[in-house]
């Protein structure tokens, strides 16, 4: 009999059909393996975009596609903002499958931009409200900025170019002008766009506008909210310096950390997983899934070693998260996607 579990909850695939079984006391379930160890089979991704962000589908195809991919638990975390949500969640129902409302803020740490998924299991609500408004007008006007820059190295009417890219009227991203860029043919392709003119480092990679990690996080757990540190391994940060990246965000309130954002060197992530232990800080994954075709796909990431740290959804304000819609029930495993 092949059992898995997911949100902690064991679930029985009998000959009879699935089973739910009650939720384990908690010294039980303490002795035994955790989600992540007793099972490989996840249908959980925490990390993805759509249209109201850098993504290219729709909410409402993007929940379709994770229905499709057997994903029973997925949150829609666009940047800086839940205008999908609404969309999402409506699709969710439909598909049967459980939508953590949530967002991917944009904030600094010693003048670097560092991610901060905001998983809002009460939708948004709170200071939240003020705190996305904010970034609202910080990418805005940042996105003046980095059209100026632009237009002095070789791109007349950047913010024109990046808005007709954008194809409605969200605040733009990088991406926008990095597509404006390949479009008249300054760069070859969108890695040449930020390799030359907008990665970490060069002169439209404007990061002033965004608040300090700390002040964001504080939005998230004063709204209900659960902050968890996005794709930590990417912002070329030496082992010391990402562990106080890591105490910073803690003091701060910050609870998770993504151990497995998409594609990852499995002894970096194990390395990862010691400094979650250390600081008894909990675990979440995604594939920060933007657009088809690309390496990433919804659920599609690499695997969580064997770790103590505790998945994400076993935190209490995730709790209720985990009795999920009947839809899941006839989920197919994850490990049988490509
Ligand atoms: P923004 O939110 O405007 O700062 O844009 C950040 C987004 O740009 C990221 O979420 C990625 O989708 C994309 N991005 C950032 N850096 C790179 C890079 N080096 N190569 C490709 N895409 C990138
Ligand atoms: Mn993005
Ligand atoms: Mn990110
Ligand atoms: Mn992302």
Redesign the pocket.
């Known amino acids: 009999m092949a059992s898995l579990f997911v949100f902690n909850t064991p679930i029985l695939n009998s000959p009879h059909g699935v089973m739910l079984m009650p939720l384990l006391p908690n010294a039980l379930a303490s002795v035994l393996p955790t989600a992540f160890d007793a099972d490989q089979r996840y249908s959980v991704d925490l990390h993805m975009?759509s249209t109201a962000?850098?993504g290219a589908l729709s909410p409402t195809d993007l929940v379709t596609l994770c229905a499709g991919r057997g994903l029973t638990h997925m949150a829609l975390t666009d940047?800086?903002t839940m205008e999908g949500v609404e969309e999402a969640s409506r699709a969710a129902q439909q598909a049967g499958l459980c939508l953590v409302p949530g967002c991917?803020l944009?904030t600094r740490w010693q003048g670097i931009?560092i991610?901060v998924v905001a998983l809002m299991p009460g939708g948004l609500q709170g200071p939240m409200i003020e705190g996305l408004e904010q970034q609202r007008e910080a990418?805005i006007k940042?996105a003046e900025v980095i059209a100026e820059r632009l237009e002095k190295m070789g791109l007349p009417n950047a913010l024109e170019k990046a808005r007709a890219q954008a194809g409605s009227d969200r605040p733009?991203?990088?991406?926008?002008f990095?597509r404006a860029l390949v479009a008249e043919g300054v760069v070859a392709d969108?890695?040449g766009a930020?390799?030359r003119y907008?990665?970490?480092g060069k002169k439209g990679?404007v990061k002033a506008h965004w608040p300090e990690i700390s002040e964001a996080v504080g939005w998230v757990v004063a709204s209900g909210g659960v902050a968890v540190l996005a794709h930590p391994l990417r912002y070329g940060l030496t082992r010391r310096k990402r562990g106080l990246l890591m105490d910073t965000f803690m003091e701060a309130g910050g609870q998770g950390v993504e151990l497995v954002s998409g594609q990852q060197n499995p002894d970096a992530t194990r390395d990862l997983a010691r400094q979650l232990v250390e600081r008894e800080l909990y675990a979440s994954l995604g594939s920060?899934f933007?657009f088809p075709g690309s390496h990433a796909a919804p659920g599609s990431m690499s695997p969580v070693p064997r770790t103590a740290a505790p998945p994400i959804w076993q935190h209490p304000r995730l709790a209720h998260l985990r009795d999920a819609p009947s839809g899941m029930l006839g989920a197919k495993p994850l490990n049988k996607l490509s």
């Open positions: 975009h962000s850098d940047h800086d991917e944009s931009n991610h990418r940042r733009l991203g990088r991406p926008d990095a969108w890695a930020f390799k907008l990665g970490s990679d920060d933007h």
